[in-house]
Each structure stands twice: as C-alpha cells, then as structure tokens.
C-alpha cells in the first residue's frame, strides 16, 4: 500500500509563490507516475499536473502553464509542485497521487490509484 501525505499549502497573496511536496511511504514511487490535482469549494476534483517516474514527460493544465512546475525526487520519495505568480483563482485544496503505470501522467482524476489528503492554498487578492 502507497501513502501519500502533502505538505506546503498555505495562505498567501497574489503573486506570491509556494512549494508543495507529497512525500509517499510504503512502497517507492519510482514505479508510479505521479499527479497533482486540485479541488475548488462546489467545484470538481481538476487535473493540475502530472509527471511520468523519469520526469520524462510532464503534463499541465492550460490555466497553470508557465507559472507551476513538478518535479520528483525518487531517491527521496517525493514529489513536488513549485507554484510561481499566484492567483486567487489557484485557492484550493491540492491533492497527490500516484498512477501505477510510471511511464503515462494521466490526466484524469480516475485514473490514479493513491491519492493522500490534501494540504490547502489560499491565495488573497
């Protein structure tokens, strides 16, 4: 079994910038691929990013492009979400989770096998 647990949201203005990570126990994440989403209050669960067990494709969602970027660490067993130029529109609580398929980020919610708790951003105008 995979644990995935987030850390690094919090309340922040606009055109600050956070880091997130998503640290994972049980098993090691170099044999999954991991994703970030996030989920507004009355809104869907949406796909931010997602990025294969290489780092040799990343996916991102139109509304984050150029500002957020993942990377991963295998060796530390982390994932991380490095958030530039901040919006209140990006206030939401920001979920991990992890595909056992490494080599394809999907980006549908369904598709992911493992998904931790969520840590929350809120960025104030």
């Known amino acids: 079994q995979l644990q995935l647990v987030e850390s690094g949201g919090g309340l922040v203005q606009a055109g600050d910038s956070l880091r997130l990570s998503c640290t994972a126990s049980g098993r090691a994440i170099s044999g999954y691929a991991m994703g970030w989403f996030r989920q507004a209050p009355g809104k869907e669960r949406d796909f931010v990013s997602g990025v294969a067990w290489s780092e040799s494709i990343t996916y991102y969602a139109d509304s984050v492009k150029g500002r957020f970027t993942i990377s991963r660490d295998n060796a530390k067993n982390t994932v991380y979400l490095r958030m530039n130029s901040l919006k209140p529109e990006d206030t939401a609580v920001y979920y991990c989770?992890?595909?056992?398929?490494?080599?394809?980020?999907?980006?549908?919610?369904?598709?992911?096998?493992?998904w931790g708790q969520g840590t929350q951003v809120t960025v104030s105008s």
């Open positions: 989770a992890a595909r056992f398929r490494p080599g394809v980020p999907a980006q549908n919610a369904p598709s992911y096998d493992y």
